[in-house]
């Protein structure tokens, strides 16, 4: 008996697009810093799908964590796309730091997104 699977639409999703540019966004800040070094190993960058985050791991640290979509995080209204610092491995910390949609580049470095 021969087993039928789908086959998923092969173009990503803005959501998916976004994230490819913020960990591309994440390796050029890292080359840059890394310039003036004689060796430099390139930043390895996963993404672990949660429940209702995404969490980007970089070289086994926790970078942040991306909402998956709208919600209330303590209190507070995020929104999808909507980038958090990391408080621990497991837990984004309270406030937002940026999105993954924002044109702009500065909300965020090779470490982690910027604090308040």
Same mark, same amino acid.
């Given at each position: 008996?021969?087993?039928?699977?789908? +086959?998923?639409?092969?173009?990503?999703?803005?959501? @998916? #697009?976004?994230? #490819?540019?913020? +960990? #591309?966004?994440?390796?050029v800040?890292?080359?840059r810093?890394?310039?003036?070094?004689?060796?430099? @190993?390139?930043? @390895?960058?996963?993404?672990?799908?949660?429940?209702k985050?995404?969490?980007?791991?970089?070289?086994?640290?926790?970078?942040?964590?991306?909402?998956?979509?709208?919600? @209330?995080?303590?209190?507070?209204?995020?929104?999808?796309?909507?980038?958090?610092?990391?408080?621990?491995y497991? $837990?984004?910390?309270?406030?937002?730091?940026?999105?993954?949609?924002? #044109?702009?580049?500065?909300?965020? $470095?090779?470490?982690?997104?910027?604090?308040?």
């Open positions: 008996m021969r087993k039928l699977t789908k +086959i998923k639409d092969l173009k990503m999703s803005k959501y @998916e #697009e976004a994230i #490819e540019r913020l +960990i #591309e966004g994440i390796r800040d890292y080359s810093f890394t310039a003036g070094f004689t060796y430099q @190993e390139p930043q @390895e960058i996963t993404v672990s799908a949660g429940r985050f995404d969490k980007l791991i970089s070289d086994r640290s926790v970078w942040g964590f991306i909402a998956k979509a709208d919600g @209330e995080f303590k209190g507070l209204p995020y929104k999808e796309g909507d980038v958090f610092k990391a408080a621990s497991r $837990a984004p910390a309270k406030h937002v730091r940026g999105s993954i949609y924002a #044109e702009s580049q500065n909300w965020f $470095a090779w470490t982690g997104p910027n604090y308040l």
